[in-house]
């Protein structure tokens, strides 16, 4: 499995950015995705996830509200479009996928569902 993030920038508070992750090797509309990030000096985080059988969605409290997590099977790209972006937003962004199994259909929202993570994207939000 070969996952490619892509999409970050740097951006002004309030701003807007879609993230994109393309995968190679593995089919997304069949397994759990998760956005993960890690900002500076700080542990990684699922911030968004899609489950794989009902497109069922997971945010974490702190972007509820302001990211979206989607999918276009067509294209086997997942996106997380992320608005009223704040400083405290300012992270290495990561997709990640994992097994497909039936914890996973439970669990998609937990971290430790994913096992495979692909190179990162920096997203840079300034005050």
């Known amino acids: 499995v070969q996952l490619q993030a892509s999409g970050g920038g740097l951006v002004q508070a309030g701003g807007s950015l879609r993230l994109s992750c393309v995968a190679s090797?593995?089919?997304?509309?069949?397994?759990?995705v998760g956005w993960f990030r890690q900002g500076p000096g700080k542990d990684r985080e699922l911030v968004a996830a899609?489950?794989?059988?009902?497109?069922?969605?997971y945010y974490a409290d702190s972007v509820k509200g302001r990211f979206t997590v989607s999918r276009d099977n067509a294209k086997n790209t997942v996106f997380l479009q992320m608005n009223s972006l704040k400083p405290e937003d300012t992270a290495v962004y990561s997709c990640?996928?994992?097994?497909?199994?039936?914890?996973?259909?439970?669990?998609?929202?937990?971290?430790?569902?994913?096992?495979?993570w692909g190179q990162g994207t920096l997203v840079t939000v300034s005050s």
């Open positions: 899609l489950r794989w059988s009902d497109d069922r969605t």
């Open positions: 990640a996928t994992g097994p497909r199994t039936h914890d996973s259909l439970i669990y998609f929202g937990r971290s430790d569902t994913y096992d495979s």
């Open positions: 090797g593995h089919i997304f509309s069949t397994f759990p």
